[in-house]
């Protein structure tokens, strides 16, 4: 994993010294539709909203490497009788197209890591995810530092195996999910 993170970092930084490359923070959030793939969980969904807070570097007509933090505010009742809220990290290399000095679209993808708390089904009250996301969105420039980024993205997630009722079950779900945020890049 470190020896991926080093790569990506590497790359983007190679690719950014072609263009004006710097770094940026980001804020933002929006909602997303989570739909389970198990029979156990009996086609299950949840549309929870959720923020992030993201460190970048690159060009916005470029090339880009995020990191990200999420809070998923998950209020539901899939996994245990009180799920709560999701905590995570990705990792998302974007490239962006110079269309207009108006609007940059971009093309992202990436994987993430999380935990989310549960209770009743796990000793340790958590249940640990994975996820492969890809998307595509807009950087709208305001200003030479400030923009505002709108995003799709689809989100491949990959829970850890689950004891339920004697069975072991490895759930994974397919969310859809809607972005708005704003960066400053300094």
Known sequence: MKKLLLLLFTLSTLYSFQYDAKFYVGIGGGMQYESLSEDEFDGAT?????????????D????S?????NYINNKSNIFSAEDAARYGMDVALLKAFPVSKYAYPYFRG?????????SQIQEDGTLSYSSFNIGTGVYIPLSKSFEIEATYEYRFTSYESLLINEKTVKPHSHINQ???G???RY
Do not use: C, D, H, T
């Open 110 to 118: 990436g994987f993430g890591a999380g935990e989310m708390k549960v």
């Open 46 to 58: 949840n549309s929870p909203a959720f923020g992030s807070l993201k460190f970048g570097y690159g």
């Open 182 to 184: 704003i960066n400053y």
């Open 65 to 69: 490497i995020e990191f990200l933090i």
């Open 60 to 63: 916005r007509k470029a090339y």
């Open 178 to 180: 809607l972005y708005l």
